[in-house]
Nanobody, 121 residues
């Protein structure tokens, strides 16, 4: 059974930072592109960033480029997202998922519980 468990979210002030983690199990993590997506209340899911299976190619949505950094540790089956210079518009539930836009053949619908990021003063 595929499991993706996200963590690391929280309440942070504008300009602050967070590091999200996603531990994967039930599939061969190192074979897959992986992505982070997010969903704000009342809005559709927004793709945020993707990384190829070995970690050398990364892609980002324009809205987060230069502020967020995606990475992975295949030995730990873990995906990360470093969020810097956070803005109120980044407030959302963040999910990891398989696949990606821009090279990953599209992404799967999130199946984990997500981790909430709230940016507020």
């Amino acid at each position: 059974e595929v499991q993706l468990v996200e963590s690391g979210g929280g309440l942070v002030q504008p300009g602050g930072s967070l590091r999200l983690s996603c531990v994967a199990s039930g599939f061969t993590f190192s074979n897959y592109w992986m992505s982070w997506v997010r969903q704000a209340p009342g809005k559709e899911i927004e793709w945020v960033s993707g990384i190829n299976s070995v970690g050398w190619r990364t892609v980002y949505a324009d809205s987060v480029k230069g502020r967020f950094t995606i990475s992975r540790d295949n030995a730990k089956s873990t995906l990360y997202l470093q969020l810097n210079s956070l803005q109120a518009e980044d407030t959302a539930m963040y999910f990891c998922t398989t696949g990606s836009l821009y090279g990953g053949g599209g992404y799967s619908s999130p199946r984990g519980q997500g981790t909430q990021v709230t940016v507020s003063s």
